[in-house]
């Protein structure tokens, strides 16, 4: 069984799968390890550190015609898809509900794909949870995106030339991004507001020191069984849409992360809202991967509405690409050691973490959703 780590070759991409210390871990287990020559180096984990690690160094051509099995942090290119052997295997962000499209190359070569964000978030698989991790990073770095641009510090300063008033923080969304911005912002001095349509959200936002904002929505459902938000109707995003507008009004800094599995990110900012927001205000849209929270958001590009700052990132994660790294890294140790446990491919799909995680095998589609997905955009 021989595991390949390539760099990954998406435009801004700086994350790597897996580092020097869980290469060691699992190196022990019996699993053969090559890495590309420089992989790592721009985090400071060497080719001498892979190869301390117990790995051997190689070139892209022959890992990806030679290796097994690829921990990766997006999906390989169209064309290096078409150069893997028969059979192999690749887990990473795959987004299988947005692109299912992007993988089809891989499947038709009969590879065996594990999309890490359809790990279940079970008790067992909480170690392997990457989607929380790059979330704790991104929701993180939001705010220092914010606190950077903002015209205004975050905390209260009583000072001999008088009293600087708090910024205020409005967060949209409290899953794992948004939690960590309260905890960021909150950090920094900021006074902060949430909104999240799980009330379950409301008692992690108060434990943060922030208000939580609560809109009757009729008593609508809003949760599904695997504690993910349900896209919901344009009547009850409305009754959200005006809270917002209101509180968007006496914000400086608006943090978007609202976001629902495998469909567009809910509309939630409408553009009379950010015209409404003072001179010098700033959104960060983190959900603009999926189309983003605000109305005006461009995905990708930082653009000025008025007086008002609109920034759209598409990879915060890979801008912090060490700690963004560390985390991804044992994630898909713990995800390897269940998958290649005593150094050979394990694919029960009895068990719940492979076959939630498993989005083809043997050259067809076996996750549901994606085949239907799939389905819906051919
Ligand atoms: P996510 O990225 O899918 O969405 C971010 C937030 O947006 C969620 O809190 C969601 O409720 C909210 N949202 C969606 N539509 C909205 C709307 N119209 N208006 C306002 N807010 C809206 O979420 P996530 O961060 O991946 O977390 C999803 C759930 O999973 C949460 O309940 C979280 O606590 C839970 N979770 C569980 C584990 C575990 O190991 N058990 C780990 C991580 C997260």
Known sequence: MRVAILRDSLPGETRVALLPDAVKALS?????????????????????????AGATIADRESLLGGADVFPSINILSADDQGKLKRGAVIAGF???????????????RGATLFAMELIPRITRAQSMDAL???????????????????????????????????????????????????ATARRLGAVVEAYDVRAAAGEQVKSLGAKFL????????TEDKGGYAKELSE????????????????????IATAQVPGKRSPLLVRRDAVENMKAGSVIVDLAA?????????????TIQHGEVTIFAPLNVAASIPVHASQLYSRNMMQFLKL???????NLDMNDEIIKGACVAHNGEIVNPRVASTLGAKA
């Open 28 to 52: 022990s287990q019996g699993i053969e390890f090559a890495v590309e020559a420089g992989v790592g180096v721009h985090l400071g984990a060497t080719d001498a550190d892979y190869q301390a």
């Open 94 to 108: 795959l987004r299988p509900l947005d692109e299912p499209g992007t993988f089809l190359p891989a499947v038709q």
């Open 132 to 182: 929380s991790s790059m979330a704790t990073v991104a929701g993180y770095k939001a705010v220092l995106i914010a606190a950077d641009h903002l015209p205004r510090m975050f905390p209260l300063l009583m000072t001999a030339a008088g009293t600087v008033p708090p910024a205020k923080v409005f967060v949209l969304g409290a899953g794992v991004a948004g939690l960590q911005a309260i």
């Open 214 to 221: 609560e809109v009757d929505l009729g008593g609508i459902e």
């Open 235 to 254: 009547e009850a995003l409305n009754r959200g849409r005006d809270l917002i507008a209101k509180t968007c009004k006496t914000a400086d800094v608006v």
């Open 289 to 301: 991967m999926n189309g983003g929270n605000c109305e005006l958001t461009q995905p990708g590009k």
């Open 339 to 345: 998958l290649l446990a005593k150094g050979q491919l």
